[in-house]
Each structure stands twice: as structure tokens, then as C-alpha cells.
Nanobody, 128 residues
Framework: QVQLVESGGGLVQAGDSLRLSCAAS????????AGWFRQAPGKEREFVAA????????YYADSVKGRFTISRDNGKNTVYLQMNSLKPEDTAVYYC?????????????????????WGQGTQVTVSS
């Protein structure tokens, strides 16, 4: 089992930045791929960003490309999502997710069905 706890959400203004963190505990996190998803009120959950276990590859939704950066520190069992130039449409609950190896999953990490573990979420609200 892997337990995931997100933090770093909050209320910000359009154009501001936030950094979300996802702290993992339990099984060895360094051999898990990780992703961030979000869900706005009345909408379905959507993919935001993903990173492979080695941080060798990253994937982004078109809506956040160039503004958000996913990274990880396996020594700290933590995945980050740096969010810059935030927009009101980024308002959502942001969830961290983890998937056991193997390597080679590629763009499959953009699907929530691939993931084995999920955090409880952290609220991000962007005012205009």
C-alpha cells in the first residue's frame, strides 16, 4: 500500500502561483509513477500532469502545458506540481495518484484508470 497526502492548495488570484506537494508513505514510492488530476464542481475528473518513476518522462494536459511543472524527489518520497499563471478555470480539487511500475507505460499515465493509489485531494481556488 502507498498512502498519499496532498498539501499546498489555497485561494489565490489569477496570475499567481502555487506549489502542490504529494507526500507518499508505505511501499517504496521511488518505483511508482505519479500523476496529478483535478476535478471541478459539476465536472468529471481530468488529467493534469504525470511523471514516470525515474522522472525520465513527463506528460501534461494541453490546458496546463507551459504553466504547470511536475517534478519529484524520490529521496523525500514527494511529488510536486508547480502551478504558475493560474487562471480561474484552474479552480478544482487536485488529486495526487500513484501507479506501481513497470516502466514503459508512456502516455497511459494520462488515464486515471491506470493508477492504484489516490490521495484525498487539496482545494485550489483562483479568483479573477
Amino acid at each position: 500500500q502507498v498512502q498519499l497526502v496532498e498539501s499546498g492548495g489555497g485561494l489565490v488570484q489569477a496570475g499567481d502561483s502555487l506549489r502542490l506537494s504529494c507526500a507518499a508513505s508505505g511501499r517504496t514510492f521511488s518505483n511508482h509513477h505519479a500523476g496529478w488530476f483535478r476535478q471541478a464542481p459539476g465536472k468529471e475528473r481530468e488529467f493534469v500532469a504525470a511523471i514516470t518513476w525515474s522522472a525520465g518522462s513527463t506528460y501534461y494536459a494541453d490546458s496546463v502545458k507551459g504553466r504547470f511543472t511536475i517534478s519529484r524527489d524520490n529521496g523525500k518520497n514527494t511529488v510536486y506540481l508547480q502551478m504558475n499563471s493560474l487562471k480561474p478555470e484552474d479552480t478544482a480539487v487536485y488529486y495526487c495518484a500513484a501507479k506501481r511500475g513497470p516502466p514503459g507505460v508512456g502516455r497511459r499515465l494520462m488515464s486515471g484508470y491506470e493508477y492504484d493509489y489516490w490521495g484525498q485531494g487539496t482545494q485550489v481556488t483562483v479568483s479573477s
